[in-house]
């Protein structure tokens, strides 16, 4: 919903908010990778019950994540590897941080919490994995009520206000419903497509 709505602008916003990253080519790589890494801390703060700091490191790592794109857009530095380094980075950082969450509540012996943040992990994965796979077969396959950047904000607000279990149910939710979007959105995309490539056959007997 956010990349949606604002992606036109954030570009932008990250140049005016940081033009000292911007004045000499960096490696957009390698802000991915940093961005993992204070990302990794974050979860394993959460692990530790450490919610605050796993909040702030969150969202440092978010903030690499987002200037990397940036940056290579700026510099001329797109890259198909780049592309693919970061949207695997950033399945691992989604399946870490709700890791560490997990394992704080399943250590604390609070199984309803370590089980929604399981459930959360999965239908999270699940919404970037049927992307994906979609966009195997059709052009564009996004949009849906909760996408990654709102469920990391979510996360790491969670963190930071003592809210976290509040912040589960949201993502848990959220990216069901997401996920069934879809869902719904490829059978429709793909159906289309099976006509037009039925009614191709059709007029070439």
């Known amino acids: ?28 790589n390698l802000l991915s990778v940093l961005g993992v890494l204070v990302s990794l801390g974050g979860s ?18 978010g903030f690499f994540d987002l200037v990397d ?21 950033d399945r691992l950082v989604d399946m870490a941080i709700l890791l560490g969450i ?4 399943a250590g604390a012996g609070d199984r309803a919490s370590a089980f929604l943040a399981g459930f959360a992990m999965v239908a999270s994965v699940l919404v970037s994995y049927a992307k994906a796979r979609a966009e195997r077969f059709v052009p564009s396959l ?8 709102e469920r990391i904000v979510i996360l790491a607000l969670g963190g930071l206000t003592g809210y976290m279990r509040v912040a589960l149910w949201i993502v848990a939710v959220g990216a069901a419903i997401t996920v069934a979007q879809r869902f719904a959105l490829a059978y429709r995309e ?16």
Do not use: Q
């Open 1 to 28: 919903m956010i990349k949606e709505k604002f992606g036109g602008r954030i570009d932008a916003w990250v140049e005016a908010a940081v033009p000292f990253l911007l004045r000499r080519p960096i490696d957009p």
């Open 44 to 61: 394993f703060a959460f692990g530790l019950g450490s919610f605050f700091a796993g909040g702030i490191l969150v969202l440092a790592g």
């Open 69 to 89: 794109g940036v940056v290579a857009r700026r510099f001329g530095r797109v890259t198909t590897f780049g592309a693919f380094l970061d949207s695997t980075l």
């Open 102 to 105: 997990l394992m704080f509540f």
């Open 142 to 149: 996004g949009g849906g009520v909760l996408e990654r950047a």
């Open 190 to 205: 793909m159906t289309r497509l099976d006509a037009a490539t039925a009614e191709g056959v059709g007029e070439h007997p």
